[in-house]
């Protein structure tokens, strides 16, 4: 049970991750000034949109060359989002619904945890429940100067959760309501907290950096800084690609920390206004204390890599 909630864990960082840096960051316009500059925003045009969010999370606990445990997270989240016209007082509302949900957790090569929409013969019963509920619900968002302002349907769909009746599964609804189903998860699908765009127009070569706060599940509130530079603009499309890092350290409970290295390779479509495809992989290396079989302390290294993929495609 202990390795279930740790997987479980993992993955809350994975999506919380993934939810700051995976989001399609939106272009507004694909006019380029005379000295070949292009100004990028974050803002979604009125239109129906399909967005498939894929990522995984592997995690290895080692102490030397002793492997104390291993697990791995899959998810796939396809949503479509329906964005209403700009209205007079600048506030784009999205609508939001997920179209396939699906979320395996293994731990030591052995699933301890699966659900997928698209196959309802696997998965227990609680699980299907939830995911069930969760795609019947609306989420409503409002945009405005592209930063999210307000978020609806998150409570509504608490409600409709049941309790759950052994531990573990009061911990699962619990974790749903807590991590995946809150405003400030929606919102950072489209909030751009963590966007690697520039505040004035930028050519090919141009670098620039970026400096945001963003929370993460179970880590908490850090401050991100991404070196970035505009790769290609192909001018026949047009698109654009932009390429970032970062490297941060953070703390992790009962003295633990770790070092987290990301690299994020994003390809725009400026006509349609959307991410084609954007990507991100976070090594993370991470050190805890333990205590070995004698007693004495120790510190377990441990690595994590998490994948992130979006795409974007308006109907």
């Known amino acids: 049970m202990i390795k279930r909630w740790t997987a479980m864990k993992w993955g809350a960082i994975a999506l919380g991750v993934w939810a700051t840096l995976g989001t399609a960051a939106i272009f507004s316009g694909v006019a380029r000034a005379a000295d070949g500059t292009v100004e990028i925003k974050n803002a979604w045009n009125e239109g129906r949109y399909s967005a498939l969010q894929e990522t995984s999370v592997s995690y290895v606990e080692q102490n030397g060359r002793e492997v104390l445990a291993r697990a791995q997270t899959r998810a796939t989240f396809s949503w479509q989002v329906e964005s209403e016209a700009l209205r007079a007082d600048g506030v784009r509302v999205l609508k939001l619904k997920a179209e396939r949900v699906m979320i395996r957790l293994q731990s030591d090569g052995a699933d301890i945890a699966y659900y997928d929409s698209d196959n309802p013969l696997r998965g227990d019963e609680l699980m299907k429940d939830v995911f069930a509920k969760l795609m019947k619900s609306e989420f409503v968002v409002e945009l405005k100067d592209g930063k999210v302002v307000k978020v609806e349907g998150c409570d509504e769909f608490a409600k409709t959760l049941p309790v759950g009746e052994s531990e573990s599964e009061k911990y699962f609804v619990e974790h749903i309501k807590t991590t995946v189903a809150t405003p400030g998860n929606i919102a950072q699908i489209f909030d751009p907290i963590a966007y690697p765009l520039p505040r004035k127009p930028v050519a090919v070569g141009d670098r620039w950096t970026t400096e945001t706060p963003f ?101």
Request: proline letters at 3%.
């Open 215 to 315: 929370a993460l599940p179970v880590i908490g509130e850090k401050k991100l800084v991404l070196d970035c530079e505009l790769k290609t603009l192909k001018r026949a499309e047009p698109k654009a690609n932009v390429a970032a890092e970062a490297v941060l350290d953070v703390d992790l409970t009962a003295g633990a920390s770790a070092t987290i290295k990301i690299d994020i390779d994003g390809k725009y479509n400026l006509t349609d206004g959307v991410a084609d495809d954007f990507t991100s992989r976070a090594t993370v290396n991470i050190e805890l204390p333990r205590k070995d079989k004698t007693g004495a302390e120790i510190v377990v290294k441990a690595i994590g890599v998490i994948r992130n993929k979006l795409t974007v495609v308006k109907r």
